[in-house]
């Protein structure tokens, strides 16, 4: 059974393997080059390291967001290419009713065919994964923002999970959908709709997240405000930052000292006195409450991620395993 | 050989409101060719591929070899199935097919399957896909019979066969049936050739057995009486009747004898093969036979 389901999957898992050898290479010589610019521009800055470090960021993100989402589109494509032709492509060659009547029964048959390209697909993308994840180390170290949803889903485990899933949902919803071509379109739609639920439903509550009230004076230290707003509405935060951390909350309100909004009328009023934004907020005793996951929960949740997807998967294979030995003409 | 090949208890497929098959109650020996005719849709290939383990029935039993179909390895080793159009790998080589048959059945005969090959003159590097619909039914003859099993069943195998190609894989199955001693079950809708390498008959017809046995004991208890109109109104115990035509002055019976003892009765005369079966298609469609009369005389 080994032989023939490799003999079928042999030609698409050469052409696949060039590719990922080609990504592979690609990402040896990125990591190479990158490794000798942050010794040469950060390691050994001296001045306007600021600059230097945005310059970094700058010359490496794009080279590193390709593969990664090559990495989240990859699963995708493996569910709808390799998952829902498996056994949708016998059904419709009709070749499963040879097949299903050598001397192998039916759950040996779609055992081996599971774990076999099945776990080419994780081996594919895990291995590229755990490349980039490599690869891109002094830049996540430096951009400290593993959470991002484009780095989180394209580093480390997730990615395992995701081929996993994609994979098995392409194999069960093909032998229900019986049809190869609808199968793929519906495989592909399901998994960015899982892709998209996860990052912004079911990710953010992996855990209680962490709610803290930040002292105006503290708030460039504990993290960075990249946009402050006065408006009508009072003074909000549009986009604070904490390094390593996913920050959940995306407008905060700022509160005086006595637990009241700060208004536009008290900026007014501060600004007439002549003194800065920074230093009226300092003066209101201002504070504000943040919401946010911190930094060291990166690998529960990649551990989580994973679990849910090896999850999903073990139920979508139980479908499967449930539905072939009762016969599907 | 005591084991039944096939027996079935009320069996009955339904898909959705369709129903394939109708609490069909066979049982089948050991050793026979048995011929499964019907007309297009009749249930044919639902029987056979709930024999072959295919499919599950909706209700009723179903035993092959005295088992569950394809309910393990050892099952699925003894029955060898022929799917209709003989499904085969476009992509994989011939000699590709053999090697899939060698690693998935422990039972497999090489050399007999290599040999096989040979004689019907199959290119082993040439792609399936590029066969001719008698060469990949050659094939997938081939496969099936070289696992050695007990029983073999084809699905319409001569179908899609011009009719030269049909006579020499009808020609082939007889020699190696004879070869390997096993039984065989083949559905067609050409009681021609059912006639010419069959035993046993089972006839289908709008998803139920409308009769079923060996072929010589239903040809010697089927038959056309005809005698006045009015003289063959009431029958003896056991003389089922099939179908009736009258005329104005004569009426015409076909009849089965299922007393087990010779027929006595004026007038009777046996019939063939095709009219028995066509009588037997005819009433579960619920027409009137034309063949009732004598035509070629």
Redesign the interface.
């Known amino acids: 059974m080994i032989w023939l389901t490799w003999r079928q999957m042999r030609a698409q898992t050469l052409w696949t393997a060039a590719l990922i050898a080609a990504a592979a290479a690609y990402l040896l010589y990125l990591a190479t080059d990158l490794r000798d610019t942050y010794r040469l521009t950060i390691t050994d800055c001296t001045t306007a390291c600021d600059d230097a470090k945005h310059a970094f960021a700058d010359t490496f993100g794009p080279g590193l967001l390709l593969i990664g989402l090559l990495l989240i589109v990859g699963p995708a494509l493996i569910g709808a290419f390799w998952g829902a032709p498996l056994i949708t492509r016998e059904l419709e060659t009709g070749t499963h009713r040879l097949v299903w009547n050598q001397s192998v029964t039916r759950k040996r048959w779609l055992a081996v065919k599971l774990a076999l390209a099945g776990g080419v697909s994780v081996l594919f993308t895990g291995g590229l994964s755990l490349l980039l994840s490599w690869a891109a180390e002094p830049f996540d170290g430096l951009v400290n923002s593993r959470f991002e949803p484009l780095t989180f889903a394209a580093r480390d485990l997730a990615p395992f999970g995701y081929a996993l899933l994609a994979f098995t949902l392409g194999l069960v919803v093909g032998v229900l959908a019986r049809k190869t071509l609808v199968a793929m379109a519906v495989t592909l739609l399901v998994f960015a709709a899982f892709q998209l639920l996860m990052a912004n439903v079911v990710r953010p509550h992996f855990a209680e997240p962490v709610t803290e009230t930040i002292q105006w004076s503290d708030a460039n230290t504990v993290g960075q405000i990249d946009s402050f707003g006065i408006g009508p509405e009072g003074a909000g935060i549009q986009g604070y930052t904490i390094p390593g951390a996913w920050v959940i909350s995306d407008y905060i309100t700022v509160y005086k000292g006595d637990g009241t909004e700060v208004t536009e009328a008290d900026i007014e009023a501060c600004d007439k006195t002549g003194g800065t934004p920074d230093d009226c907020m300092t003066g209101f005793d201002a504070s504000f409450e943040v919401v946010y996951q911190p930094a060291d929960r990166y690998w529960d949740f990649q551990l989580l991620e994973l679990g849910v997807a090896v999850g999903l998967s073990a139920v979508l294979a139980g479908i499967a395993f449930w539905r072939i030995p009762r016969g599907l003409n | 050989m005591n084991t039944p090949v096939l027996s079935t208890d009320t069996l009955t497929k339904r898909y959705g409101r369709h129903t394939a098959l109708t609490e069909a109650t066979l049982d089948i020996p050991a050793g026979r060719i048995v011929g499964l005719v019907g007309p297009n849709g009749a249930g044919k290939s639902t029987l056979l591929?709930l024999a072959?383990?295919?499919?599950?029935p909706t209700s009723g039993h179903i035993h092959v070899l005295g088992r569950t179909p394809?309910a393990?390895?050892?099952q699925?080793?003894d029955?060898?199935?022929v799917?209709q159009?003989t499904?085969?790998?476009?992509?994989?080589t011939v000699a590709?097919h053999l090697?899939?048959?060698k690693?998935?059945?422990?039972?497999w005969d090489d050399t007999f399957a290599r040999t096989r090959i040979q004689q019907i003159g199959l290119d082993p590097t040439k792609k399936a896909g590029r066969l001719s619909g008698g060469q990949k039914a050659q094939l997938?003859l081939t496969?099936?019979a070289a696992?050695r099993p007990k029983l073999l069943i084809f699905d319409e195998p001569v179908a899609a066969l011009d009719p030269l190609a049909r006579r020499a894989f009808l020609q082939n199955l007889m020699e190696f049936v004879a070869e390997l001693d096993i039984s065989v079950i083949l559905s067609s809708h050409l009681i021609g050739d059912v006639e010419r390498v069959c035993d046993h008959l089972i006839v289908l017809a709008e998803s139920r057995v409308q009769v079923a046995g060996e072929i010589d004991d239903l040809t010697a208890n089927h038959h056309r009486l005809i005698g006045p109109r009015g003289t063959l109104d009431t029958l003896p115990d056991g003389i089922d009747l099939i179908a009736a035509d009258h005329t104005d002055r004569q009426t015409t019976l076909i009849v089965h004898n299922t007393t087990g003892h010779p027929l006595d009765l004026p007038g009777a005369d046996t019939i063939g093969l095709e009219d028995m079966v066509l009588t037997y298609l005819h009433r579960a469609e619920g027409l009137t036979a034309p063949t009732l009369q004598e035509t070629r005389a």
């Open positions: 591929a072959a383990g295919l499919i599950r394809a393990d390895a050892h699925l080793a029955v060898g199935f799917a159009d499904p085969v790998y476009a992509t994989l590709d090697t899939m048959g690693r998935l059945n422990p039972t997938a496969i099936a696992k």
